[in-house]
């Protein structure tokens, strides 16, 4: 990939590059600025409740069938990990142009169910595609600089409990500068793949401490 510079956005195969930082006049309009002050007095009326997933997938159904009891919560974390990071390392273009060629010799071939399995998995990357790469939803990192802007800190000793890859302590790094981060997370494939084949070229945008620019 050539140098990005700060104020542009450019697509990765896996990602989107964007070390745009607008200030709060111009900030997306899908950014609401409001950061908290007092952590003490927010309740779910205020931030809305997360939503609880009821749907589960289709490999935790499996698993439950096959040991005959509910999958237990690290289980289903190491699980997660494994599918997230195969989305994550994806080469989106290349994907979708491998799947759209096996869809047309399907089509061609008149498989039929393989043709239904190539259509709902080029939907799959069609939607990974658009959520992650273009629109960068997956990490929202505009949203999360939102929230922790703000913070009274000034060189931060972060302990990330649960912290897969890290990017949020990454993200707040960034931000303030100076500080260390402790990443704690049972799960090693965290370690050797999710926070170990993180992208080292991935943009955090903060101020640096010297100049006081991005």
Same mark, same amino acid.
Request: charge should be neutral.
């Given at each position: $990939?050539?140098p990005?510079?700060?104020?542009?956005?450019l697509?990765?195969?896996? %990602? @989107?590059?964007?070390? @745009?930082?607008p200030?709060?006049s111009?900030?997306?309009?899908?950014?609401?600025?409001?950061p908290? @002050?007092?952590w003490?007095?927010?309740?779910?009326?205020?931030v809305?409740?997360?939503?609880r997933?009821?749907?589960y997938?289709?490999?935790?159904?499996v698993?439950?069938?096959?040991? &005959?009891?509910? $999958?237990p919560?690290?289980t289903?974390w190491? /699980?997660?990990?494994?599918s997230f990071?195969?989305w994550?390392v994806?080469d989106v273009?290349?994907?979708?142009?491998? $799947? /759209?060629g096996? %869809?047309?010799?399907?089509?061609? &071939? %008149?498989r039929?169910?393989e043709?239904?399995?190539?259509? @709902?998995?080029?939907?799959q990357v069609?939607?990974w595609n658009? #959520?992650?790469r273009?629109?960068?939803?997956?990490w929202?990192p505009r949203?999360?600089?939102?929230?922790?802007?703000?913070?009274?800190?000034?060189?931060?000793?972060?302990?990330?409990?649960?912290? #897969?890859?890290g990017?949020?302590?990454m993200?707040l790094?960034a $931000?303030?500068?100076?500080?260390e #981060?402790?990443?704690?997370d049972?799960d090693?494939?965290c370690?050797?793949?999710?926070?170990g084949e993180?992208?080292e070229?991935?943009?955090?945008l903060?101020t640096?401490?010297?100049?006081?620019m991005p």
């Amino acid at each position: $990939m050539p140098p990005i510079d700060l104020g542009q956005t450019l697509l990765g195969p896996s %990602f @989107r590059y964007d070390l @745009r930082s607008p200030d709060i006049s111009k900030l997306d309009r899908f950014i609401v600025e409001n950061p908290i @002050r007092d952590w003490s007095v927010v309740r779910w009326k205020d931030v809305g409740r997360p939503f609880r997933v009821e749907n589960y997938a289709s490999g935790k159904r499996v698993w439950e069938e096959q040991n &005959g009891d509910r $999958m237990p919560i690290q289980t289903s974390w190491e /699980m997660f990990n494994r599918s997230f990071h195969e989305w994550f390392v994806k080469d989106v273009p290349y994907e979708q142009r491998r $799947m /759209m060629g096996q %869809f047309a010799r399907a089509i061609l &071939g %008149f498989r039929g169910t393989e043709i239904g399995r190539l259509w @709902r998995e080029l939907q799959q990357v069609a939607l990974w595609n658009t #959520a992650h790469r273009l629109t960068d939803t997956i990490w929202d990192p505009r949203g999360k600089r939102a929230l922790f802007r703000g913070l009274d800190v000034s060189k931060p000793r972060i302990l990330f409990l649960g912290a #897969a890859e890290g990017y949020e302590a990454m993200q707040l790094s960034a $931000m303030y500068p100076g500080g260390e #981060a402790v990443l704690v997370d049972y799960d090693g494939f965290c370690q050797t793949h999710r926070f170990g084949e993180f992208p080292e070229d991935y943009p955090f945008l903060g101020t640096h401490p010297q100049t006081g620019m991005p």
